[in-house]
């Protein structure tokens, strides 16, 4: 391991150097990033999607957020936000468990405001959609002309993540814009595109949320409207009574630094207080609070990770020192194998599972068939009695945890008895002990990959902002 380290810290000086001597970054996110609030709250729920196999190697999916996202529109009556990274219809085939989400997520809404007029719809999302003003959305132009307001988030007002790509891409290409092209294959669907959008895809940065806000309710996903991830496994917090405001200050920040105006407030039906603490993080805050969950847990407690991206170096030293000290911990990762069709190279999960078997921490695999194990929670359980389950959009990773992307989870603490920790209990040792005769994860040999090469290529990735993850 001493090797491993020397290698890591003989690149990461240099790289740091050119950090540092980069011209015209933004240094900091937006003013109203990176932020966190509490509350107190009676009513929330755990949801899940899931898949696996029986004993014939027949695949089920069983799915719940999208359901709850329906109905949280339908019972909207004077608000909705929806802030979702992916709407679109890029790398969808209809196999099985796959499903048009994107036309009909578009259609709730379209419906909403034609038989509502009334009601204020706002939808953020990611240029991504557009290829970066390379093509036309078919779902933002439908969400317009039905009167919603649609607003794509500015990522130039976004840190970048990558010194040795974003420093020319900014001196050099950033200057001309991007518009509809011809000359490069698009990378996420069928036609093609400029080279300008393309060189902009390459910036590798993004409005990552999965938002929905009414006056009502609140909702925070790992899941995105998206047909081509419509089977995917995700987990989401429905939350009513509370919370609303948090999140609308650190979604109104978006709408200001993208040019969607200084929208009023809206008048929300808040009644905190009970059972739960509800917390409100985004980008780095998350990152924050999972470290002192880690840093804080005594011997004996419990920590089950479920995760479809593990890369961060500090989270990871904090799993290990856990369980060094004596607590109970289990890990699913996503084995990153697939893609819309295209076959990934399993990193960096491979690479950070082969760490964390070194430790004798115990590894599963998440049993895909085309899908992606999309899951993003962690669950801490004290010996107090009390246990904390964070979930949402961000995976573990430089990208996500460090005020690149734009991120939001939700943190809920309560008694280890509560029926939202006992949901994640059974949830994660279904998938665990493939319980029921059926088949959702996998031994870690499965898909180990311990190549000392790909371990620095994988950690070289993550710390300069090169990856993809």
Not at 54 to 76: P, S, T
Not at 84 to 98: K, P, R, S, W
Not at 221 to 238: C, R
């Amino acid at each position: 391991m001493s090797n491993f380290v020397n290698i890591k810290k003989a690149v990461l000086l240099p790289l740091l150097a050119f950090t540092v001597t980069a011209n015209g970054w933004p240094l900091a996110p937006p003013p109203g990033l990176d932020f966190a609030a509490t509350t107190r709250v009676e009513r929330v729920q755990l949801l899940v999607d899931e898949c696996w196999t029986d004993r014939d190697g027949r695949r089920h999916v069983n799915q719940e957020i999208f359901r709850a996202v329906r109905d949280l529109i339908n019972r909207a009556e004077s608000f909705l936000l929806l802030d979702m990274f992916l709407i679109n219809n890029f790398g969808y085939t209809a196999v099985e468990g796959c499903y048009p989400l994107s036309d009909e997520f578009t259609g709730w809404l379209v419906a909403k405001k034609r038989d509502h007029p009334e009601i204020d719809i706002i939808l953020i999302s990611d240029p991504v959609n557009t290829i970066y003003g390379a093509v036309e959305s078919p779902h933002f132009t439908a969400l317009e002309q039905a009167g919603i307001k649609v607003v794509l988030t500015d990522l130039n007002k976004l840190p970048d993540s990558n010194p040795i790509y974003s420093t020319p891409w900014r001196l050099l290409a950033r200057p001309f814009g991007t518009a509809p092209g011809f000359l490069m294959p698009n990378p996420l669907g069928e036609g093609r595109i400029s080279v300008r959008s393309f060189l902009k895809l390459l910036n590798m940065k993004a409005n990552h949320r999965k938002v929905v806000i009414s006056e009502g309710e609140l909702m925070v996903l790992s899941a995105n409207p998206h047909s081509g991830s419509s089977a995917h496994w995700n987990t989401a917090l429905h939350v009513a009574g509370a919370g609303m405001k948090m999140a609308w200050q650190t979604e109104a920040a978006i709408l200001r630094f993208s040019h969607g105006g200084d929208i009023p407030s809206p008048v929300f039906e808040e009644k905190p207080g009970g059972r739960f603490q509800l917390e409100i993080l985004t980008e780095e805050r998350v990152r924050v609070r999972v470290l002192e969950l880690l840093n804080t847990l005594e011997p004996g407690g419990r920590i089950d990770l479920s995760m479809f991206y593990l890369a961060d170096q500090s989270i990871l030293d904090a799993l290990i020192t856990a369980h060094q000290r004596g607590a109970y911990l289990r890990v699913i990762l996503d084995p990153n194998k697939d893609a819309f069709g295209r076959e990934k190279n399993g990193m960096p999960n491979r690479q950070s599972a082969a760490l964390l078997s070194e430790y004798r921490i115990p590894v599963r695999w998440a049993s895909t068939h085309g899908e992606q194990f999309h899951v993003k929670m962690i669950y801490v359980e004290q010996l107090s009695g009390d246990a904390t389950l964070v979930t949402g959009s961000a995976n573990y990773t430089r990208r996500n945890l460090g005020n690149y992307n734009a991120e939001s989870c939700l943190a809920i603490t309560g008694s280890v008895d509560s029926e939202i920790m006992a949901k994640q209990r059974a949830t994660f040792q279904r998938w665990w002990n493939n319980q029921g005769e059926r088949g959702y994860t996998l031994h870690y040999r499965v898909y180990a990959d311990e190549n000392i090469l790909r371990r620095i290529g994988a950690w070289f990735q993550e710390s300069s902002g090169l990856s993809s993850f």
